[in-house]
């Protein structure tokens, strides 16, 4: 394990050019280039794995053996963060085996499990349970940046896009990032998707970077990132 006190130079020099941008590859493929503790926190929200397939226009979410996907990037993330690693799930028909599985094999390492409520979910069909609440798996030690932070928040389903019906809410983004993150640190989200993770981060003047295999969805998050520090420039 690089030693962070002795080696933060070369830490930097890894992490500086990955920096302010979303990488077009396997999340894995970057996760492999960082040093231990070279980015401060990751915030990321991995695919449903669903088998309908019917979250992504231009991605196959239907994925072999998804456990073994999940605690193969958490452990990476676990690896790469110096503080707090969140991961965003949700436990549904499809993947609940896995879900449950990832918090028991990591059960020594989480601290603490938010709940992400929607006051609007999409009702289930007929008398089945409609599925109402996300998990946000927390890792490292917490301490929230002001005081009485739960392990509970509320939002309205995030509005879809055509091409991704499964984008981050910016309100649960922000939370987690203006909560648990400080100015300047690196926040890194491994499934980037339309950008919402570092279009935040950026808001809140933290560094960031991401990666993201669909190459149209780099596309897009880059242009909402463009326009929203454009915006920003222009009040």
């Known amino acids: 394990m690089i030693n962070q006190e002795n080696n933060s130079g070369r830490v930097a020099s890894y992490v500086a050019p990955l920096l302010y ?5 396997d999340c894995r493929t970057t996760l492999a280039k960082l040093p231990d503790r070279s980015v401060d926190v990751v915030f990321t929200s991995p695919p449903y794995n669903r088998e309908r ?5 231009h991605y196959d979410d239907r994925i072999n053996n998804y456990y073994e996907f999940l605690k193969t990037v958490i452990g990476e993330c676990l690896r790469v963060a110096k503080r707090n690693v969140f991961v965003n799930i949700m436990a549904n028909y499809y993947n609940r085996a896995d879900v449950y599985k990832i918090i028991g ?8 499990i938010f709940i992400w409520e929607k006051s609007n979910p ?4 007929g008398n089945n349970i409609t599925n109402a609440y996300e998990f946000i798996l ?34 649960v983004a922000n939370y987690f990032i ?3 993150t400080n100015n300047d640190d690196i926040v890194y989200d491994p499934f980037c998707g ?18 993201e295999i669909v190459e149209e969805y780099c596309s897009v998050a880059l242009r909402k990132i463009g326009n929203d520090l454009f915006t920003k420039a222009s009040t």
């Not at 941008?21 to 590859?25: F, G, M, Q, Y």
């Not at 397939?53 to 226009?57: A, P, R």
């Open 105 to 112: 094999v990591y059960s020594e390492n989480l601290t603490n």
């Open 53 to 57: 397939n019917d979250k992504y226009e």
């Open 138 to 171: 927390a890792f490292g030690e917490l301490r929230a940046n002001t005081t009485y932070i739960k392990n509970h928040l509320t939002t309205s389903v995030a509005l879809m896009e055509k091409e991704h019906k499964a984008v981050m809410h910016e309100d």
């Open 122 to 125: 999409l009702p289930a069909q």
């Open 21 to 25: 941008k979303i990488h077009n590859e």
């Open 178 to 180: 203006s909560n648990f």
């Open 194 to 211: 339309l950008g919402t993770t570092c279009m935040v981060a950026d808001r809140l003047g933290r560094a960031w970077f991401g990666s």
